[in-house]
Each structure stands twice: as structure tokens, then as C-alpha cells.
């Protein structure tokens, strides 16, 4: 297991070993000759965060599985989709913990046979599943835990996405780990582009950047997971910052989410993700997701052929995992391939 990098502003909290940390800093050379007047790339590589084929999730479960250990639980209960990274990394954790590990995944059940990506790594890993069916998952997350609990188990309850300020305080930390990275490079970046899916993510890096005082912009790219995504980062950050005993004042403007382009709802796969998926991989063999960093991605990429972006300025995509998901879109994804 790797070792912690050191973070002052998280250093109070309960934290487990998860994730293999730091995760790699990488330019993307190749890529910004691929896009006309681009601005220098980079990239910070958290698919390779481990917890079993890597993602976001790992860096908030440290801090989420350390709370739940410190609270005596003995089996971690969330929500999500049936194709769900979080999950997946949550199976993960709970099965490297000795905790058991209780899904509730949304819509009706699907033949186990036909369990593919996530949804199969999440058998493999030892979960349990239980399908909402038609009723809202979150009923069903409160109606498990309290039969959990009459069954004598210690059930700690992660809402939806770790995004919560305990999770998101694992971004606080991330911050701290980049911050360090681009010291020791001599580096600087001016912008991170990051998904706002249930917003823990983006509301930790933004806490991190405010509250080492760097000279960073935030983006989000919603990919409507979540509605009213850009206040929930608003409120998340406030309460993550307060969480942490962190003094920062979150000025107008800091929150920035834009819409993804084009009118897909979530989780569908448009032209716009699959060329950028492609595009990623074949100019720096590097992978996204289906649903989350295609279509953030695919949102960066046509800011930067828009002329959005200063070609001055330097941008680093913060890469948030999920390629497990690809193996469950195969035919969304050879669709008008290219
Ligand atoms: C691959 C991937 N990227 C980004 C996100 C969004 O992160 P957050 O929920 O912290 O906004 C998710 C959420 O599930 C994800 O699976």
C-alpha cells in the first residue's frame, strides 16, 4: 500500500490507506499539438488511484472508511446507479477493510448474468445488491440500514457520490498533494477543469485552492447528475471548509459550473463524448469514463477549438477515473465510431 503525502490541512482526521497516492501529474504534449492554440495541458492522473481500477471515490473513502472505523461500524452502505464508480470503489474499500459492504443500486434488477463494468466488479468484490426498483433509492438506503441494524450489524451510511465534508475532504488533501507537485516542478497552473457530478470533488478543490491561498481557477463541467449542481458546490465547500476549521471566504464567482454542451441528459452518450474519449486515448493512450470525464473532457476541448482559453494560460484536467463504465456502453461507444 502506498504512503500518505503528507497534508496539513487533513492531518487531524481519521484516514485509512486506500488509494495509491500521489497520483501522476502528466503533461499532454501530444494532445495540445492534436488542438490548435491551446494552452499548455496537463493532466492529474486520479483513474490511477487503485481501489480497484482507480477513480475519485478513493480519495474521499480514506477519509469516509476512517470515520466509519472510528465509529465502529462494520459495514459501509451508499447509493448509486448501476453502473456506478463510487460504488465499485466503496466495494473495493469495505473488502480491504474487512467491512461489508451493502449497495442500493436504483431501477430494477438486472439478470446477474448480464452483470457487466462496474456492476460486475461490484459482485466480484464482494457486495451486497439490492435493487430500488421504482421506489427512491434513498427510501430504500434508510429502510436497509434500519434493517441492518435489527439484524445486529453497525451499518455507516455514505449518501450519494462520498459528497458529503468528510469526502470531500479528500480533495482538500489532493490539492495539497498537486500543490506540492507543481512546486517541486517549478510548475504553475492557472485553471483546473474538473467534473460536478454530486459535487464533492469540485467543492474539495476549490476548499484546497482557497485555502492555500493559490492563484487558480476552478471549472466544473455539470453533467447533470445532480440539479442546481453550481449551489450545492457552493453550500458543500462552505461546509467542508467549516468541517476542516478552515477560515475562507468563498467570493462571487468562485463557483464556477458550466453546462455541458448540448442537450443530453445524464448519462447519454453523444457524438461529443465519443470523439473525445477517442481523441484522449489515441493522442496520449490515456482513458475517460463514459458519463463523467467524457463529457467534461469533451466540454474542455471545445472551449479550447472555441478560443475560450488564453493559449498563455495552462490547464490541467483533474481525470476522476470511472474507465470501468466503458465495458458496459460498448455499443453506445462504436455508434458512428470514428
Ligand atoms: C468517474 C467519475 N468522475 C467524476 C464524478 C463526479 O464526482 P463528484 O460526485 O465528486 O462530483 C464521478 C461520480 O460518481 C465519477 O464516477
Keep these: 500500500m502506498s504512503e500518505f503525502t503528507p497534508s496539513s490541512l487533513t492531518a487531524h482526521l481519521p484516514r485509512v490507506r486506500l488509494a495509491h497516492l500521489p497520483t501522476p501529474l502528466e503533461e499532454l504534449k501530444r494532445l495540445r499539438q492534436t488542438l490548435q492554440d491551446s494552452p499548455r495541458l496537463f493532466i492529474k492522473r486520479d483513474d490511477q488511484t487503485g481501489l480497484a481500477t482507480g477513480g475519485n471515490k478513493a480519495r474521499k473513502l480514506e477519509f469516509l472508511v476512517g470515520h466509519a472505523l472510528q465509529q465502529g461500524a462494520d459495514t459501509l452502505i451508499t ?25 442500493i443500486l436504483s431501477g430494477p434488477p438486472i439478470p446477474r448474468t448480464e452483470w457487466v463494468g462496474n456492476l460486475l466488479l461490484d459482485d466480484l468484490l464482494g457486495a451486497e445488491i439490492v435493487w430500488a426498483g421504482d421506489r427512491p433509492r434513498d427510501e430504500v438506503l434508510a429502510e436497509t440500514t434500519r434493517t441492518l441494524t435489527a439484524q445486529g450489524r453497525r451499518p455507516y451510511v455514505i449518501p450519494v457520490g462520498g459528497s458529503v465534508p468528510i ?150 484536467f483533474w481525470h476522476t477515473g470511472g474507465a470501468a463504465g466503458l465495458f458496459a456502453r460498448a455499443a453506445d461507444l462504436m455508434a458512428e465510431a470514428g
Excluded at 453502473?83 to 459492504?101: D, E, I
Excluded at 470531500?168 to 495539497?176: I, L, M, R, S, T
Excluded at 481557477?217 to 476542516?244: D, K, P, S
Excluded at 472551449?303 to 494560460?313: N, S, T
Design 79 to 103: 447509493v448509486g446507479g448501476a453502473q456506478s464508480n463510487h460504488c465499485r470503489q466503496t466495494a473495493a474499500a469495505a473488502a480491504q477493510t474487512g467491512l461489508g459492504c451493502v449497495l
Design 167 to 316: 469526502g470531500a475532504a479528500g480533495y482538500v488533501a489532493a490539492v495539497e498533494e498537486l500543490a506540492g507537485q507543481l512546486a517541486q516542478r517549478r510548475e504553475h497552473v492557472d485553471r483546473i477543469v474538473v467534473v460536478s457530478g454530486s459535487g464533492g470533488t469540485h467543492a474539495g478543490v476549490l476548499v484546497g485552492v482557497k485555502a492555500l491561498g493559490l492563484d487558480i481557477q476552478v471549472e466544473g463541467m455539470n453533467n447533470f447528475a445532480v440539479a442546481g449542481i453550481a449551489a450545492r458546490v457552493g453550500t458543500l465547500a462552505a461546509e467542508t471548509a467549516a468541517y476542516l476549521g478552515l477560515a475562507i471566504a468563498l467570493a462571487d464567482g468562485d463557483v464556477r459550473v458550466h453546462e455541458a454542451a448540448g442537450p443530453h441528459a445524464y448519462g447519454t452518450i453523444t457524438p461529443a463524448e465519443r470523439e473525445a474519449i477517442r481523441l484522449l486515448a489515441r493522442s496520449e493512450g490515456i482513458l475517460l469514463d463514459p458519463i463523467y470525464t467524457a463529457r467534461a473532457f469533451a466540454q474542455m476541448v471545445a472551449f479550447i477549438r472555441a478560443g475560450v482559453y488564453d493559449p498563455q494560460e495552462t490547464l490541467l
